[in-house]
C-alpha cells in the first residue's frame, strides 16, 4: 500500500488533494459493482483496500458510499470486513444511504457461518441512525438466542449500542430481562461479563427516572449474586475479571465473616499477571477493611510486594500508573514502606516521570532509620545528567530537612551542593536553606559562613536570589560584608527584572539598616527612591509604606519590618488530609493520577458557570457574557487554586495553633483563670451558670437562630442588596464549598418563554430584581445560569443554579446558602422574579 | 442529569514531532454537555484509538463507541510540549488521553469518563503486544501494509469501548497473521483471506487462553528462565541495590488437553510470583508446584523477582579526574564473581555531559563509537583472559570551564547463556499422560537489565 500523497496526510477532511483521487476510486469502483467476471474480488479488495486508507488517514470518502454498498454483495469474508468498517464509519453521516446497507447485513446475520453472523450484527448495531432501530430487533433478538457463544457475545453488546440509540426501544423490547436471564444462566464467561457491562450500564441509566430499573441496579450488589461473580472469576478473562471486581468493590459486606470470604475468594488476584487486575483487586481489599484498622494494616503488608514487582516489572507507563497508586498507599502509612526504599531509586534509564515520582516517595518515607540512606542516594541524583530531575532532588533532600529533626548531616550535605559551583544547583539549594533557617534558626552560623562566601552575580534566578537577599536582610549582622553586596545590588535596581526580588531587596534593606545603621543608611535611601518610582504597583506600595512607617517612628518600623525571630514550626502541607482521603476513596482511578478528587476536575456541578460559560460557543456571546469568559479560561488555574485554599486553611490553622500561641495563648490563660476565681468564689453551681450564660452570649453574637423561636411558617420577606458583588473565583470556591440546600422546580409562564430567545433578556430581568448573574449559556430549548445575590445589609451569599427548558417551560433552581435556614426565602423571591419576567 | 458511561476511545498515532505542517491548527472543544454520575459510570469505554507515527500523522483510527471522538484531539496532542506530552494520562480539554509509545509509534486512547488509569494503558501494551507479534515487528511501514489486520484485530479485541479477547492464541485463530505462505498463497490462487474459516473455539472452551484440540505429530515443550538484573553501584563502589526480573517463558506444542506440573529445585529464592491465568493457584500455595494447562505456542507462564543478591557477575571501575579544563577518563571492567559460565556481549555506554566539548577515548579491548548526541558505547563483547579491559582517554571541557560539575551515569550491558543468575533451578517437568514423541527442553539465560554504575 503506497503512502498517500503528503499533502493529505494531515489533518485535511476536506483538503482538495485528496479530491481526485477519490472521484478516480468512485467511477472504478461502479465499474466493478455489477461484474461478475473471475478475479474481480480482488481488483475490489485493492480498491476497498485504498478507500480505508484514505478514510484512516482523515480524508473523507463518504462520497464513494453507494458504490461501496453496491460493491459490497460477495461471499469474500475479507470484503465483507473491509465494508463493514466503511459502513460503520460512515452511516452516521449518510442515513438514507445506510438503508442499502441494512439489507445485505440482515441476511449476513442469517449466514451458516457464526464469525459472518456476529460481524454482521456488530455492523448493523454500530451503524447507529436512530431511525432505522425498527430493523436492529429482529437480529438482535435471534443473535440473543444463537447457539454460538461468540454471536451472543456481539448481540450483548448490541443491545447496549441499541440501547444509546433509542432506549425506548430497547426497554419495551424488554431486552434488559432476557439479558439478565443470560447473566445468570449462560454457560459462556464472555456473554455474561458483557451482559454484566450492559446491564450495569442501561440500569444506571434508568434508575433516575424507573424506580424498577433502581432496583435491579441494587440487585446487582446482591450477596448471591457478588458471590456467583466471584467464585467463577477464573473463568473470566481479565477484562471481565476487572468489571466484576469493581463491582465487588460497590458491595456492602454483612458481617467481618464475609469480608473475609472475599478476601479468600480473591486473594490470588493479587498475582495475576495483568497489572489492572491486581490493582483492582488491591482496591478491593482496602475498601472492604477500612473499618478493620488491623486487617487493614495486614492488608497494606499483603499488597506491597505485588504492588512493587509490577513497577520493577512493567513498561515505564505501566509502572507510572502504578508508581501513582503506590505514592497514596505510601502517604498514607509511609512506615510499612520505610524498609523499601530501595525500590524507588531511580535507574538511570527510567522517564523522567517515573523518577519525579520515586523522588516523591523517597520524601515520604523518610524516617529516622533511613534517611543517611535516602538522602545520599538523592545527593547523587544532584549530579544528573538530567537537570530537571537534579533540582527535584535536591528539593527533596530539603523536604527530607525540614521533616526531620536531626538535621545535621543533611545540613552538611546541603552545604556541599553550593560547593558545587552549578548555578542551578546553587539556586535550588539556597532557596532550601532559607527555608531551613526559619524552621532551624540553630543552623545560622554555619549556613551562613558558606551562603557568605556566594558571589551574588552567580545567581540569576529569581527565587534564588530572593532568597539569598532575604538571608542578607535576617543575617545581617552575622555578615560582614552583608550591607555592601545589598548595596551593590540596590545600585543595579533597574536591571532587576523580578518584582520579587525587588520586594525582598526593600526588605533586607531596611532589615539591615535596622541592625547596622550607619553602612545601610545610603543603600537604604537609595533602594526607597528607587522603589517609589518603581512601576510595579506592589513594589511602589511597599517602598512608600515602609518610608511612611520610617518617617513616623523608626521603633515602630523596626518592629513591624524586623520582628524577633521566630521559628517556622510546619510549613503549610500541599493538601488538606481531607482531599487526601477523598482521593484515596477513588482509588483505581484518574483521581490518583492527578492527585486530586475526581469532583475538581470532571464533575460539571463543581466546574460551575465556568466550565459552562465555556461550553457556550461563540454565537451566542454578547458583551455581558463575554466578561464571563476570562473565568472560563482561568478554569486551568483553579484546581491549583482549591490546593491554594487548602493551604491557606492550613497555614492559618498553624498560625493559631503554633505561631500565634504567643498572642493568644496569654489571652485564653487570662479567661481562665477569671473563670476559675468566679468559681472559687461563687462554687460549683454558679460556675455552670456563667459558662451556660457566656455559651449564650456567644450564641447571640454568632449563632443567634438556635436559640432564637422556631421560623414561622411563612417566611419572612428577604431583602437583597442590590449591589451585591462576587468574583467569579470567589463564587466556584462556594459553589464547591455548600451544600444544595434546596432544589425545585418551576414552571415558566408562557411569556417569560417568549422573551427568553437569548439569556440576556433573563440576566437583565433578574438584575433588576437584585439577583445577577455570574454565568450563563446554552441555546434555546435549554438555558442555564448561575446566580448570586446578597442578604441587604449583611454579606451572605445565596449561589443559584438555574437551567430553563423553554419547550418544557420548565425552570429548575438549585440554591446554595451561606445561610440554610433564609434559602427558603430567596427562593420565593427568586420565584417571584422569575413569574414576572416577560410581562410588560 | 443524563448520565454517560463507558465510552473509550483509542487512536494510535505516531509520535510528533514539530512540522511546519501543522501550523494554523486549531482546537475547537466540543461542546457537548456531558453530564455524569460517578455512580453509574460502571464500565470502562474508550472512544477511539489511534496510532501515530514519529512525524504528526494519524496512522490509524478507531472509534468505539457511538460518540465520535474529533481527530483534532491528535492536533491538540501534538501541540503540547514534549514534557507534558510524554506523561502516559494527559489531561485534554474535553478528553482523558492515555498513551504508551513501543518503537516510535504513540498508541493513544481517549475517555470522556473516569476508568482505572491502568486499564488504559494495559490494553493499550496488549494492542502493541499483539501487533508485534502478528506483523513481526512494529513500525510505520508495517502498520500501513496491514492496516486491514490491524482493524480486524482491534475489532476483536475492543467492542463498544470495553476489552474484550487479548489473548493472543484465541485472536490467532480468528484472524490469520499474515505471512510469506498467505501472501505467496494469494498471488498464486487469487483466493486467500487472512481470516482463518473456522471459529475461535476457544471463545466458547472453558479453558479460555487454550484452542479445543491442537493436533500435532510430534509433541514439544520447552521452558525457558529469563532473568534480567537491574544493579545500581553507586559513586564509592558499593552495590546500591541488586534485584533479579525473572520470567519463565514456555513454548508449547502439545496435542490434546495436557495437563503439566512444573517443579523447582529451590522455589524458596522467588519472592514475589505473578502466573498466567492458566496456573492454578492451590497447588502452588501447598506444595511450590506449578500446575497448569499451557495454552498452545508461546507464552510467559510466570515472573517473578529476586531481592537483594549480593554480587553482580562483572564490576566497572571509573574514574574521572578534571583538571584545568582537561578530563581525565578511566573505566576498567573485569569478572567479581565468576557465574560458571561465559559472559558475553559486554559493553558499557554512557552519555558524555553537555559541557564537554570533545573526546578522545580508546580502549585495550573491543570497540569505542562516540554518536553525534554524545552516547558514548564501548562494546567489549568477552573478557579476555591476558588482560583487563580498560578504556581511557581524556575529554576537553568546553572553554571557561575548569572542572567537570556532572558526572555520566554508566550503564552496563552483559548476557550470560546456560545459568540464571538468581540460582534458581528447574527440578522436573510431567505430565499427566504423556503423548508420545514428547521432546522437553530447558534453557537457562541472564541478561543486564538496568545495570547503572555511577560516578
Known sequence: MPPPAASSRYPSPSQPSGKSEVTDLKSQLRQLAGSRAPGVDDSKRDLFKKVISYMTIGIDVSSVFGEMVMCSATSDIVLKKMCYLYVGNYAKGNPDLSLLTINFLQRDCKDEDPMIRGLALRSLCSLRVPN???????????????????????????????????????IDAEFPATLKSLMLHDSDAQVVANCLAALQEIWSLEASHSEEACREKESLLSKPLIYYFLNRIKEFNEWAQCLILELAVKYVPSDSNDIFDIMNLLEDRLQHANGAVVLA?????????????????????????????????????????????????????????????????????????????????????????????????????????????????????????????????????????????????????????????????????????????????NIQEPKAKAALIWMLGEYAQDMSDAPYILENLIENWEEEHSAEVRLHLLTAAMKCFFKRAPETQKALGIALAAGIADFHQDVHDRALFYYRVLQYDVHVAERVVSPPQQAVSAFADTQSSEIKDRIFDEFNSLSVIYQKPSYIFTDKEHRGPFEFSDELGSTSITPEVSSDIVPAQQFEANDKDLLLSTDEKDDNKGLSSNNGSAYTAPYESSNISSQMQELAISGPAASATTTQSSFDFDDLLGLGLSTAPAPTPSPPLLKLNARAALDPRAFQQKWRQLPISLSQEYSVN?????????????????????????????????????????????????????????????????????EQSTSQAFATVFETALSKFGMP | MKAQSEELFVCFHVNGEASGRRSNLTIRAEKRERERERESSTGHRCFSVYFSSPIPEVMLEKQLTGHRVDRSICAWFWDQADSFKSFPVIASPTHYLFQIVRDGITFLACTQVEM??????????????????????????????????????????????????????????????????????????GNASNVSDTLPSGTGSCVPWRPTDPKYSSNEVYVDLVEEMDAIVNRDGELVKCEIYGQVQMSSQLAGFPDLTLSFANPSVLEDMRFHPCVRFRPWESHQILSFVPPDGQFKLMSYRVKKLKNTPLYVKPQITSDSGACRVSVLVGIRSDPGKTIESITLSFQLPHCVSSADLSSNHGTVTILSNKTCTWTIGRIPSDKTPCLSGTLALETGLERLHVYPTFKVGFKIMGIALSGLRIEKLDLKTIPPRLYKGFRAQTRAGEFDVRL
Open chain 2, 116 to 189: 482505572p488509569p491502568l486499564m488504559a494503558i494495559e490494553f493499550l501494551c496488549r494492542v502493541a503486544d499483539v501487533l508485534s507479534d502478528y506483523l513481526g515487528g512494529l513500525n510505520e511501514d508495517l502498520v500501513k501494509d496491514n492496516f486491514i489486520i490491524v482493524y480486524e484485530l482491534l475489532d476483536e479485541m475492543i467492542d463498544n469501548g470495553f476489552p474484550l479477547t487479548t489473548e493472543p492464541n484465541i485472536l490467532r485463530e480468528m484472524i490469520a497473521p499474515p505471512n510469506l505462505v498467505s501472501k505467496m498463497l494469494s498471488v498464486v490462487t
Open chain 1, 132 to 170: 432505522l432501530v425498527e430493523y436492529l430487533l429482529g437480529p438482535l433478538g435471534s443473535g440473543l438466542k444463537d447457539n454460538n457463544s461468540y454471536v451472543r457475545t456481539i448481540a450483548v453488546t448490541g443491545v447496549l449500542k441499541l440501547y444509546h440509540i433509542s432506549a425506548s426501544t430497547c
Open chain 1, 281 to 457: 483487586t488491591v482496591k478491593v481489599f482496602l475498601q472492604l477493611t477500612l473499618s478493620m484498622t488491623d486487617v487493614h494494616q495486614q492488608v497494606y503488608e499483603r499488597i506491597k510486594s505485588p504492588l512493587l514487582t509490577l513497577v520493577s516489572s512493567g513498561s515505564p507507563e505501566q509502572s507510572y500508573a502504578i508508581l501513582s497508586h503506590l505514592h497514596l498507599l505510601v502517604v498514607r502509612a509511609p512506615f510499612i514502606f520505610a524498609s523499601d526504599y530501595k525500590h524507588f531509586y531511580c535507574q538511570y534509564n527510567e522517564p523522567s516521570y517515573v523518577k519525579k515520582l520515586k523522588l516523591e516517595m523517597l520524601t515520604a518515607i523518610a524516617n529516622e532509620s533511613n534517611t543517611y540512606e535516602i538522602v545520599t542516594e538523592l545527593c547523587e541524583y544532584a549530579a544528573n545528567v538530567d537537570i530537571e530531575i537534579a533540582r527535584e532532588s535536591i528539593r527533596a533532600v530539603g523536604k527530607i530537612a525540614l521533616q526531620q529533626y536531626d538535621v545535621n548531616a543533611i545540613v552538611d550535605r546541603l552545604l556541599q551542593f553550593l560547593e558545587m559551583e552549578k548555578d542551578y544547583v546553587t539556586a535550588e539549594t539556597l532557596v532550601l536553606v532559607k527555608d531551613l533557617l526559619r524552621k532551624h534558626p540553630q543552623w545560622s552560623h554555619d549556613c551562613i559562613s558558606v551562603v557568605g562566601g556566594i558571589s551574588s552575580k
Open chain 1, 750 to 818: 408562557p411569556q417569560g418563554i417568549a422573551a427568553l430567545t437569548v439569556p440576556q433578556s433573563l440576566i437583565k430581568h433578574m438584575q433588576s430584581h437584585s439577583i445577577h448573574c455570574i454565568a450563563s449559556g446554552g441555546q434555546s430549548p435549554n438555558f442555564k445560569f448561575f446566580f448570586f445575590a446578597q442578604k441587604e445589609a449583611e454579606p451572605l451569599d445565596y449561589l443559584t443554579e438555574c437551567i430553563i427548558n423553554s419547550s418544557s417551560a420548565k425552570a429548575q433552581i438549585k440554591v446554595k446558602a451561606d
